[in-house]
C-alpha cells in the first residue's frame, strides 16, 4: 500500500490557528473598529475582496471551502480570541474561502493597512499572526482549497502556462482533464465549450475565461487591481526577483512609499530554482520559491503595494520633475526614483523549431510542475552553471535519467564544487561534455526524440526523449529601456559604474538606479543580488534628501527659506 500523503502543515495547528489572550486583544482594539454579525451572516465570501481581519470578541465562525462539492467539509471553526483571515487579509485580496457566522458574532476588524502598522508596532503579536497567515495559505495550496479552476489536459502548453503562473505567484488552484473528470466534462457541456477552445479557467466570482492570458487571469482573481495614477510614491521598483524584493523590504521598513511591479510572478529566476543550498543560513537548502515567497510576504508586510503582473513599458520625466513609468496597458505609475530590477530573460537553444514545444516538452526551469510530466522517463537537461546542476539532481530524484549535456570540456569551471560531487553521485545522471542537441523530433507540437552531436568524435545519437530542460544562461531583459536615455554596455546590461561618484548603483539617468543581474558588473548570485537590494536603498535616501535641498535652495539662495 502506498504511504499515505499527509499536509506539511498538519502537525502545526497551534501556529497555525491560535486563539490570542484577552490582554492581546485589548491591544488591538485601537488597530480596528467593532463589527456585529447576527447567526447565518456571510463574514467573508470567496472572490469578494476582504474588509480585513477579524479578531472574534464572541460568538462563532464557520470557514468552508467555496467549492459547492466540498461546502461539508469545515476547515476550522473560530471561537473567541481566535482571527479570521489568511494571506488575503494582508494585501486585501479577494478571499478565498467562506465564513459564515454560526451564532451571533462580535469582532474586531482590522482593515488591512491597518494590519500592516499592526505587524510593526506590536512585533510579538504581530508575528503570530504573521506566521498564522502563511500557514494558512499554504494549507489551501496543498488541499487545493479555493482559487480557480482550470479545464485541459496536462501537457497542454497553455494548461502549464497558467498553472505555472499560478504556482509561482502562490496562489492555490485545480486543475480538470477532460479525459478523466466528469464535472470537467459536465462544466464544457454547461458552458458548451468544444476541445478547441480549451483550456477554460472558472474563477471563485463565476465568471469564466476561455484561454486567458496571465493578466486576465489575474485580474479576474483579483491577484491585479487597477493602479491609482494620481498617486505619487518615493520609489517605483521595476522587478521582484530577489534584489527587487530586497529594496522593497529595505526601502518599506524604512517609511518610504513604494510600488514594486513584475510582468510575471515575484522570485525571478530565483524563485523557480529547485534548490537552494549555499544561500547564508539556510544550511540544508531551501526552494527557491519558499525563499522568495519569505521576501514577498516581507515586503507586503512592510506595505510596498504589489502590481503583479504588470509590464513596464517606457520612462519618461513628469511635469513634477518625477517619473512616470508607463505600463502595458496604458496605466501609468509616478515616482520619484525609479529602481530597475529586471534581471535576465531565459536564452533559447538555436536549434531549428523548437518554438514547437516551448511551454509543454522545453522547459526553462524544474518545478514540481514540469516534473509530473516526466515522472519516470528519460530527460535531457542542456547547461553547466549552478542552476543546471540544482536542477539536475532535482530532476534525478523523480525521473528514470538524466542526461546532461554541456558544451565546455568539463563542468567544474562553471559549476559550484559541491554540486559537481552531488551529480557525480547520482547514478542516474550521466554526463556528457563538449556536446550540443542538434535537433528535435515530434509531431503537432509533441516532441519524441532529441538528438545530439559530440564536438569530440562527431558521433550523433538519438535518443526518444520527450522532455528537454535547459539552463544555458540568458540575456539582460533591458528591451524596454530602449527609449529611456539610460546607458547601456556593449552587452545591453544597465551601466552604473561610470556615474558612482553621485549616488552608488545610479544609473546614466539622475534617479533611475539598477540593481541585480541587470546591471553591468554584477555578480550572478542570489545573495549578491539581495546585497546590492538593501544597498540602493541608502543611495534612494540620498537622493530623495538632495531633492529636498534642491527645493529648499532654490528657495532662497542665501537663507534656505521662503521669504514671506
Not at 288 to 299: F, P
Not at 440 to 463: D, F, K, P, Q, Y
Request: hydrophobic share 45%; with cysteine; glycine share 10%.
Amino acid at each position: 500500500m502506498a504511504p499515505v500523503t499527509r499536509p506539511a502543515t498538519e502537525s502545526r495547528g497551534a501556529q497555525m490557528f491560535p486563539v490570542l489572550e484577552p490582554v492581546d486583544i485589548d491591544r488591538l482594539h485601537h488597530f480596528g473598529e467593532i463589527r456585529s454579525y447576527k447567526a447565518g451572516d456571510m463574514v467573508a465570501r470567496a472572490g469578494e475582496r476582504v474588509a480585513g481581519l477579524h479578531v472574534i470578541l464572541s460568538g462563532e465562525v464557520r470557514v468552508v471551502p467555496h467549492e459547492a462539492d466540498r461546502r461539508d467539509e469545515t476547515i476550522v471553526t473560530h471561537g473567541p480570541g481566535a482571527f479570521l483571515g489568511e494571506l488575503a487579509q494582508l494585501s486585501g485580496r479577494p478571499s478565498l474561502v467562506d465564513a459564515v457566522a454560526i451564532s451571533d458574532v462580535e469582532a474586531i476588524l482590522i482593515p488591512p493597512s491597518r494590519l500592516r502598522d499592526l505587524m510593526v508596532a506590536e512585533a510579538e503579536i504581530g508575528e503570530r499572526i504573521m506566521r498564522a497567515l502563511i500557514l494558512r495559505r499554504v494549507r489551501l495550496l496543498e488541499t487545493g482549497v479555493g482559487g480557480p479552476v482550470i479545464v485541459g489536459y496536462a501537457d497542454n502548453r497553455d494548461v502549464l502556462r497558467l498553472e505555472g503562473f499560478l504556482a509561482r505567484n502562490g496562489h492555490p488552484h485545480q486543475r480538470l482533464d477532460p479525459d478523466i473528470d466528469e464535472s470537467a466534462k459536465t462544466l464544457l457541456e454547461r458552458f458548451h465549450v468544444t476541445p478547441a477552445e480549451l483550456p477554460i479557467v472558472l474563477c471563485v466570482n463565476g465568471q469564466l475565461l476561455r484561454n486567458p492570458s496571465e493578466n486576465q487571469l489575474a485580474r479576474c482573481i483579483g491577484l491585479s487591481r487597477a493602479l491609482d495614477s494620481s498617486k505619487s510614491y518615493d520609489v517605483a521598483i521595476v522587478g521582484a526577483g530577489p534584489a527587487g524584493l530586497a529594496a522593497a523590504v529595505y526601502a518599506a521598513s524604512e517609511g518610504l512609499s513604494v510600488v514594486m511591479l513584475d510582468c510575471r510572478a515575484f522570485g525571478g529566476q530565483a524563485g523557480a530554482s529547485a534548490r537552494i543550498e549555499n544561500y547564508l543560513g539556510f544550511p540544508t537548502g531551501i526552494s527557491g520559491m519558499a525563499l522568495m515567497a519569505r521576501a514577498y510576504n516581507q515586503a507586503q508586510k512592510f506595505g510596498t503595494e504589489v502590481a503583479i503582473p504588470e509590464e513596464a513599458v517606457s520612462i519618461a520625466a513628469s511635469d513634477s520633475g518625477s517619473f512616470a513609468l508607463s505600463i502595458a496597458d496604458s496605466e501609468s505609475i509616478n515616482a520619484r526614483a525609479i529602481v530597475i530590477a529586471t534581471g535576465a530573460q531565459y536564452r533559447r537553444l538555436d536549434v531549428a523549431g523548437i518554438e514547437e514545444y516551448e511551454g509543454s516538452h522545453v522547459h526553462y526551469w524544474a518545478s514540481p510542475l514540469e516534473t509530473k510530466l516526466c515522472a519516470g522517463q528519460e530527460v535531457a537537461l542542456v547547461g553547466a552553471g549552478n542552476s543546471a546542476g540544482q536542477g539536475a539532481v532535482f530532476l534525478a530524484s523523480r525521473v528514470a535519467k538524466v542526461w546532461l549535456l554541456a558544451r565546455g570540456n568539463s563542468l567544474e569551471a562553471t559549476m559550484s564544487r559541491y554540486l559537481c560531487e552531488r551529480i557525480a553521485a547520482q547514478p542516474n545522471i550521466e554526463v556528457l561534455v563538449e556536446t550540443e542537441v542538434v535537433g528535435l523530433e515530434g509531431v503537432n507540437g509533441s516532441l519524441e526524440a532529441i538528438r545530439w552531436r559530440s564536438h569530440r568524435t562527431g558521433e550523433e545519437m538519438r535518443r526518444t526523449i520527450r522532455h528537454l530542460f535547459l539552463f544555458i544562461g540568458a540575456y539582460p531583459n533591458t528591451s524596454w529601456l530602449a527609449a529611456s536615455g539610460i546607458e547601456l554596455d556593449a552587452k545591453g546590461f544597465v551601466r552604473t559604474d561610470a556615474f558612482a561618484e553621485r549616488f552608488p548603483l545610479e544609473t546614466s539617468r539622475r534617479g533611475i538606479f539598477a540593481i541585480g543581474d541587470v546591471r553591468s558588473g554584477s555578480i550572478k548570485r542570489v545573495a549578491a543580488s539581495v546585497g546590492e537590494g538593501a544597498q540602493v536603498v541608502a543611495a534612494l535616501h540620498a537622493y530623495l534628501s538632495s531633492l529636498g535641498a534642491e527645493r529648499t535652495t532654490a528657495a532662497d539662495p542665501v537663507s534656505g527659506a521662503n521669504n514671506v
